[in-house]
Each structure stands twice: as C-alpha cells, then as structure tokens.
C-alpha cells in the first residue's frame, strides 16, 4: 500500500486497541519472524540507539515506526538484557510527543552520568512549510527505568554552512569532558561530521567539523561512532552516496570505519583508508558501547533504508544483527560474534568428508535457525562452500572461489527476493588455502563470519518454510570439510 504523509505521521496513541491487535496477529503469522534475532512487535525497525550498559543491565533502544512497514515517525523503544543474548522488551522509551522532537525521535546514543542513563537523541522538528528543523535532545533513565525528557534543547540549531540533514549524536566521556560527534551535510551538499564538547551533559559549545581525509566522500554521513580499542581510535559512519567501486559499496548506502585518534582539541583524524564494516546485502548505522570487561560490542541494523522487504506485506520489517565484538589485528577491524552467544547452542552434530567434484549432504544436518562452523582445506578444487536453506528450487550460496580468490555470497535463489536492482551477489577477496565459514541463521536471516571475523556478510534471505537442507560441495578438484552444527530454539 501507499502511505499518505498523514499515515506517516500518526501516532500509537492515537489508534484504536483493536485496531493494534489486529496488526500484531497478522504480525505474529508471518513465516519469517526470528528466533533469535531482536524485531519488532509490530511496524518498522531500524537504527540501533542508546546502546548501553546501566544498573546491571544491558540497555539497546531502536528506531521505531510502530503502525506498519515504512519509515513514518519515530519512536525509542526500549530492550535490554543481562547477556546480551536474550533480550526483554521494556515497550516505548521516547515519545515524539513534544515540540522538541514533534515530527519524530531521530537516532542518538547512551552514556551513563551522575547515576543515571543520559540518551542524546535528535529530535526532528518541521515548522509549516515542512522545513526540518533538528535539535539535539536529552532524555534521562534512572534506577527504577523512568525516562524523562528535558523539554528544551541542549542544541538548538545547525550551525552555518550546514544543512537540516543534521543528526544522530553519539557520546562519549574523554579525560573528564563529554564529546559528541554528529553526522552532518555541508551546503555545497557534502557529508562530513561536527564536534562537541560539555563539562556536565547540560551546557555544549560547538568545537568545529571535523578535519578528515575524505572531504568529498558522499552526500551525507550518518550514525557516526568513535572509540578507542587498545589506544587505537576507530571511527565508524554511514556515508550516503558512494558509487560502486569492484566488489565494494553496492548497497544503496554504506557503513564503515577508518583507523586513526581523533585530537578532540583540533578537530583532526589522520586515518587509514575506509573500509566496509560488512560486506553483505543488509546492514547500516551501526552502533558501538563498552562491557563492564572492557570488551567493544557492536550492533547494526540489519537492513536499509529506502528498501522494500518481503515482511512488508505482513506488516513489519527489519531487525538488528547479534552482538559482535570488535577488536584491531594487524591494522585491520575484526568482528566475531559475542561469547555470549555459545549458550544458545543446542544439540551438538559433526561431520567430515573429504568432496571431490560433488555435493554432499550429512544425516542431521538440517534447520531454519542454527550456528554452523565449517572448515575446507582446499587441495586442487577451483572452489568450495555450502549451500544452506535448500530445496528443489531455492538455495542461498556461500562459495570460497579458490581461482578469483574470493568469499561470494549468492543470494538469487534465496526465496521472495529482495532489492534485485542492487544485485543479487556480494564478494569480497580472501586469499587462503582454509577457509572457515562461522554461519547464524535464522528464519529469515543469515550473518556469514570469515576466517575468525576477518570479513562478515549480513543478509536478509526469505526462504519458503521447507528450505531445510544444507549442502556441502567442492567443485573442479578436492577439499576437505569439517562441519559442527548447533540447532537453535525449537
């Protein structure tokens, strides 16, 4: 259906009880809800907020357009967790309910202060002409989960030389003063990010853009994220309009990351290149928090903007991919998935063959939601990989191609597809006689780990409800294979 701007723009609170149940059982039919994956009850999900650790608790909130698939306006809602695995819904955090953020509670971040959970978000605002008019807003969690917005700004407009495509404030505490860095749009229509600064969360002072390597790098530069790991600073964003270059940014829009410490006193980053954070079909405006251990967890959206999705008919969309840690090797950026996750694994199978030429399948190796670890050790094939949510007629590929020196994930015959006019494939270049393959899927999903995080694929896939199989194959030559497989749920 088309949404009228007035669909758009209505309020939960202002729709009927009956008419809410009506959507969360057609919601609740759909064949393709997760698992093990945090969605929606209802509506659209999409960017990852406020993630955070407060009270003995991990604290993630998300974007949300509660009355159907589209991006109408937005709401926090709020889930946490004691592990990061099985998570809480806790409902609605934010309310757009005020002038402040009228039009919608836009993407921020979480930071704990004087005992309590501070989240800075941007609140979006349209005067009556439909001019945007964005500000930069606190609300506060206290001990017994009572959020209060404050109802004036702490930012209250777009500097000069800046557009209205001004949001999505990420904090964080440095040497007793709070930064926040927030994703921009110069004039000339350019994507660049701005810093702040504030003694106490309350008061904030404009301390300039920020001085990269890439000044003409896209259009706009969403969710931005800095943090250091082991000394090293890593800058995370979302820029909007890159061209495709080879195998690189052929999603509509992009997430990643450079390497280099930013010197908050003048506004500077000497950094490495810019890398794609994932090389799959469906992630974006990712967002980062520190455990009490120390470690560096990541979520993203597991979806894009501006993206028709086959839950759209069901009346929801999107969720977000499991935690990953983030950790710097050898210059590089590795994402695995969270220890935490292991408690999920159920029954435990194993298998090993040595493939020729062939496809093979194991007894038990089967499932809609599973974690499977497989290895090859190529010997002459050209290349190797498996096939997972097979039938007669559907199939999602994983292939080590050993000629071209690639991981390819083929997602063409992966079911009701998905945003064909970006392609059906996505790749990337591994170099490596093993390979191995960390998979999680799900109803209707797949996050692809390479070679211990070295490159990850996330993918939506929407497979029909009897895509059980999975295969193992070789092709051209030999390889060898070793498989362990987990079931999860059910």
Not at 185 to 196: A, P
Not at 364 to 381: M, N, P
Request: proline share 5%; hydrophobic share 35%; net charge negative.
């Amino acid at each position: 259906m088309q949404w009228t701007t007035e669909q758009r723009y209505t309020r939960i609170e202002d729709i009927a009880e009956k008419d809410l149940t009506a959507l969360k059982e057609k919601v609740d039919r759909s064949p393709w809800r997760q698992t093990y994956h945090i969605q929606p009850e209802t509506g659209l999900l999409n960017d990852p907020n406020g993630f955070s650790f407060y009270n003995g608790e991990y604290h993630l909130f998300y974007q949300w357009f509660p009355l159907g698939p589209v991006h109408g306006i937005k709401y926090w809602y709020h889930t946490k967790s004691k592990d990061l695995v099985h998570w809480e819904n806790a409902g609605i955090a934010i309310r757009p309910n005020d002038d402040i953020d009228s039009h919608g509670a836009y993407s921020g971040s979480g930071i704990e202060h004087n005992g309590q959970l501070y989240l800075m978000y941007t609140g979006n605002t349209r005067d009556d002409q439909w001019v945007r008019h964005p500000k930069q807003n606190i609300a506060v969690m206290d001990e017994k989960g009572v959020i209060e917005k404050w109802k004036t700004p702490v930012i209250d407009h777009v500097p000069d030389d800046y557009t209205d495509h001004f949001r999505d404030p990420k904090v964080w505490k440095e040497n007793g003063t709070f930064y926040a860095i927030i994703g921009a749009q110069r004039t000339d229509k350019t994507g660049c990010v701005v810093l702040y600064s504030s003694p106490d969360m309350e008061k904030w002072t404009f301390e300039g853009e920020i001085k990269t390597g890439l000044p003409r790098f896209g259009y706009m530069w969403e969710c931005p994220d800095y943090f250091t790991v082991d000394d090293q600073g890593v800058f995370i964003f979302s820029p909007q309009g890159i061209a495709p270059d080879g195998d690189h940014y052929h999603n509509i829009y992009q997430s990643g990351y450079v390497l280099g410490n930013l010197d908050v006193h003048t506004q500077t980053i000497q950094h490495s290149d810019f890398h794609e954070l994932d090389r799959g079909f469906d992630f974006y405006a990712p967002q980062t928090m520190e455990t009490p251990d120390g470690r560096r967890i990541m979520v993203g959206w597991m979806g894009l903007p501006e993206i028709a999705y086959p839950t759209d008919a069901h009346g929801w969309a999107h969720c977000l991919t499991l935690p990953r840690e983030i950790t710097i090797e050898n210059g590089r950026l590795i994402q695995r998935p969270v220890r935490e996750l292991q408690s999920l694994r159920g029954i435990q199978m194993e298998a090993a063959a040595e493939l020729s030429n062939e496809t093979k399948t194991f007894d038990s190796f089967s499932g809609t939601s599973f974690e499977l670890i497989c290895s090859f050790t190529i010997h002459d094939a050209a290349s190797c990989g498996i096939e997972i949510r097979v039938n007669e007629n559907e199939k999602t590929v994983i292939t080590y191609d050993a000629v071209q020196k690639k991981v390819i994930l083929d997602r063409t015959f992966s079911g009701s597809p998905v945003s064909t006019d970006y392609g059906t494939v996505r790749s990337c270049h591994l170099d490596a006689e093993c390979v191995t393959f960390q998979l999680f899927v799900d109803s209707s999903s797949l996050e692809l780990f390479v070679n211990d995080g070295l490159d990850v694929f996330t993918s939506r896939i929407f497979p029909s409800d009897d895509c059980t199989g999975i295969r193992f194959f070789a092709s051209g030559g030999r390889a060898s294979c070793r498989a362990v497989k987990w079931t999860i749920g059910g």
